[in-house]
């Protein structure tokens, strides 16, 4: 089984999509997706209203998601650990100071912006479009994700 956690601030707006979405593209039999915040302000909160809605629009249901912290056992159970953006991603490495472990840790949009370090917007102050300018991002790079995970 392999192990992939997608982690954003809140895990309610932009890390749920992309574990909806990287879900909706592996078979659950070999793959297992999470995701988690970095901030604990949403805790046990269900993902954004905005995010629910965007995702049931393109066939993906988020609503059995619950936000998360991510915490340091996350390193020792997933293999892969995708940052939405460089704040998220310098949180996570702060708090570990295991080589492997720092390898595990990547830029999502670096799929298809490979070593550009572009950041998933954070659209929780904004409208509509940020989410469904979110969802189109996270969505191309989890097709590249999946298909590099099941080669
Ligand atoms: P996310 O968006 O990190 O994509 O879940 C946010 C959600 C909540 C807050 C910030 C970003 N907040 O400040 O409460």
Redesign the pocket.
């Known amino acids: 089984m392999k192990k992939i956690l997608m982690v954003?601030?809140?895990?309610?707006?932009?890390?749920p999509l992309a574990e909806g979405i990287l879900q909706s593209k592996l078979s659950s039999e070999f793959f297992k997706v999470d995701s988690a915040?970095t901030a604990g302000?949403?805790v046990g909160e269900l993902p954004?209203e905005r995010s629910i809605e965007v995702a049931k629009k393109y066939g993906i249901d988020i609503t059995n998601q619950r936000s998360r912290k991510f915490v340091i056992s996350d390193f020792k159970e997933f293999d892969l650990i995708y940052a939405?953006d460089e704040s998220n991603y310098h949180n996570i490495l702060s708090i570990i100071d295991d080589n492997e472990d720092a390898q595990k840790v990547k830029m999502i949009l670096n799929e298809q912006y490979p070593t550009e370090s572009r950041n998933v917007p954070?659209?929780?102050y904004g409208g509509n479009q940020g989410f469904e300018n979110v969802y189109k991002m996270l969505d191309e790079a989890c097709e590249i994700i999946a298909s590099k995970l099941e080669n």
């Open positions: 954003c601030l809140g895990n309610i707006c932009r890390s915040g302000y949403h954004d939405m954070d659209p929780y």
